[in-house]
C-alpha cells in the first residue's frame, strides 16, 4: 500500500490540534487567546486550500473582527458561551448574513444573504467565530463531493481518496445538513464526529428542498466538542414550521455499561465489506469486555431504498423547478438524473412513500423503546477513489454506501458516528450510535463514554505521513 500522503496538519500551529475544551479553558486563564487561534486556522485553511480544496470561501476580515470581539470578552471575564471565540465554519447550503451562498453550483446567485439561517445566528450569538464556506455537491445531492462550481473535495487522510458528502469539506467545527448520511459518512471517512441529531432540534430556514429528510447538525473532533456545538444551536424557531412543538422527552443519564444494546448489521442497501465488519466486531468486544450485552436487530419488510429514493428523488424535483431552464444544461449531470426521475412520480407514488416511511418510524420508535442504544457501522465500506466517484462493484447510485445512514433521515432519529478504528491498509471508520428521538443529551453521553475507552488515531496524531 502506498504512504498515506502529507498530513494537512503535520507542520501547522499545534493551535490547530485543540479540542473547544481545552482552547477555551486556555482563553480563561489568559494564555491563548481568540486571535491567535483565528490566525493559526486561517493560515492553515490557505496552506492546504490548493491540495484538499475544503473550502468554498474565507471571511478572513470578519473571522479576525469576530476573534478580537471574543478576545475582548474573554479579558473581561464575560465569554457568551462555551463556545466563545471557537472557529467554526458552514457548509454551502446554509444561509450566512454577509455572504454568498452557492450550493456548489454555478445556477445560483453570488448576491449576499441578508440574514443569517437561526442555526448560524445562534452560533454568532455564542460567539463562534466564522471562518467560511465549505464545499459540498451540487445542492448537496450526493454522498461524495464534487461540484460544477468548485471541484474535487480531497480527503485529508490520502487526497486521492473521497471525504465523502455532502458535507465534504467539513472537518474542525462544522455545521453541516444531513439527507441521507451527509454528516456521518464525511465524519466516517474522515476520522471525525459527527452528529445527526432529532429532527427539529436544530432549527432549519429556510426550508430544504429536501423536506423533512433534512437535519442540521456538528461535525468535529470529539463527542465534546459535537456536545458543546449542538447546545449553542438547538431550540424552537417559529420559521421552522416542522419542528415539533413542545420541549423533547427527558432521558436520565445512562451509564454505557448498563445500557440495553442492539447492533444492526446488513444496511438497507449495498454490501457490508469483510474488513468493515472486522473492525465494527472489534468495537462491539470492546463493549462486551465491559459487560455490555449486545442484542442483533434486523430492519422490518419495508423496501426502505424505494421509500428514500421517492423522498429523494421528488425533493430534487423540487430543486431543478427553481433552476432557470437556460442554467440547466451548467448542472451536474447526476442530479439532473435523479430530478428527472422525481418529476416522473405520481402525488400517488409519494404519498404511498410516506405511508410507509411512517410505518417504519413508528418501528424504530418501538424499537428505541425495547432498547437504549443501536449501534450499527456509519458505512458499508471505507472512503473510496475519488477517481472511481463510487466504489468499485458498487453502482451508480451514491446510497451504496448510505444503507445504514438514510433510514434514520427517513425515521428522525439521532444518530452519533465516532471513529473506531481503521481498515488494515489505513482508512478511518466509524461506528454509528442511534438514540430514541429527542434523546440526543443521553445519546451523545453514551458515544462520548465509548470515545474514552479507546485510543482511535486521530488524524492530527495518525503517523499520516508513515507506510501502513
Not at 502506498?2 to 494537512?8: A, C, E, F, G, L
Not at 419542528?243 to 432521558?251: D, H, K, L, T, Y
Not at 445512514?405 to 481503521?422: W, Y
Amino acid at each position: 500500500m502506498s504512504s498515506i500522503s502529507t498530513n494537512p496538519l503535520a507542520d501547522a500551529s499545534p493551535l490547530c490540534r485543540l479540542n473547544v475544551q481545552t482552547m477555551t479553558a486556555r482563553y480563561a486563564a489568559a494564555s491563548l487567546s481568540p486571535l491567535e487561534v483565528a490566525d493559526a486556522a486561517l493560515a492553515r485553511a490557505s496552506a492546504v486550500q490548493d491540495r484538499y480544496n475544503a473550502f468554498a470561501s474565507i471571511d478572513r476580515a470578519g473571522a479576525l473582527a469576530a476573534a478580537a470581539a471574543a478576545d475582548e470578552r474573554w479579558r473581561r471575564g464575560r465569554p457568551l458561551s462555551p463556545i466563545d471565540g471557537v472557529p467554526v465554519t458552514i457548509k454551502d447550503i446554509v444561509q450566512v448574513q454577509g455572504w454568498s451562498v452557492r450550493y456548489g453550483s454555478h445556477s445560483s446567485s453570488a448576491a449576499v444573504c441578508d440574514s443569517d439561517a437561526p442555526s448560524v445566528a445562534r452560533l454568532r450569538a455564542a460567539g463562534a467565530v466564522l471562518l467560511g464556506m465549505t464545499t459540498t455537491p451540487e445542492f448537496g445531492w450526493k454522498a461524495v463531493t464534487d461540484n460544477p462550481l468548485h471541484g474535487i473535495t480531497r480527503n485529508p487522510w490520502r487526497p486521492e481518496l473521497t471525504p465523502g458528502g455532502s458535507s465534504g469539506g467539513a472537518g474542525v467545527l462544522h455545521l453541516g445538513t444531513d439527507g441521507g448520511g451527509s454528516i456521518r459518512i464525511p465524519a466516517a471517512f474522515c476520522g471525525l464526529v459527527g452528529h445527526k441529531p432529532s429532527f427539529g432540534r436544530v432549527p432549519a430556514y429556510p426550508g430544504s428542498a429536501f423536506g423533512t429528510l433534512a437535519h442540521l447538525g456538528p461535525i468535529a473532533r470529539c463527542v465534546g466538542d459535537v456536545s458543546a456545538m449542538l447546545d449553542a444551536m438547538s431550540g424552537r424557531d417559529l420559521r421552522d414550521w416542522h419542528q415539533p412543538i413542545g420541549n423533547p422527552p427527558s432521558f436520565p443519564p445512562l451509564a454505557l455499561s448498563r445500557a440495553r444494546v442492539a447492533y444492526w448489521s446488513t444496511p438497507a442497501c449495498g454490501q457490508l465489506r469483510p474488513e468493515v465488519a472486522a473492525v465494527m466486531e472489534q468495537a462491539l468486544n470492546l463493549l462486551r469486555s465491559l459487560g455490555v450485552e449486545i442484542q442483533p436487530f434486523e430492519l422490518p419488510d419495508i423496501d426502505l431504498l424505494d421509500v428514500f429514493q421517492k423522498h429523494w428523488f421528488s425533493g430534487a424535483a423540487n430543486r431543478l423547478s427553481r433552476v432557470a431552464p437556460a442554467l440547466r444544461g451548467q448542472l451536474d449531470p447526476g442530479f439532473v438524473e435523479i430530478a428527472e426521475r422525481g418529476l416522473a412520480l405520481s402525488a400517488a407514488d409519494l404519498v404511498a412513500a410516506q405511508t410507509r416511511r411512517a410505518e417504519f418510524g413508528a418501528f424504530m420508535d418501538q424499537t428505541m423503546n425495547r432498547f437504549d442504544l443501536l449501534l450499527a457501522p456509519a458505512t458499508p465500506l471505507a472512503a473510496f477513489p475519488i477517481a472511481s466517484r463510487q466504489p468499485a462493484g458498487d453502482g451508480a447510485a451514491w446510497t451504496e454506501w448510505a444503507g445504514f445512514s438514510f433510514p434514520l433521515n427517513l425515521s428522525q432519529h439521532p444518530a452519533c458516528v465516532v471513529p473506531c478504528g481503521l481498515t488494515p491498509d489505513g482508512r478511518p471508520l466509524g461506528l454509528q450510535f442511534i438514540g430514541a428521538r429527542g434523546a440526543d443529551r443521553q445519546l451523545l453521553s453514551l458515544a462520548g463514554q465509548f470515545e474514552a475507552l479507546g485510543a482511535f488515531p486521530h488524524l492530527l496524531d495518525s503517523g499520516a505521513d508513515d507506510e501502513r
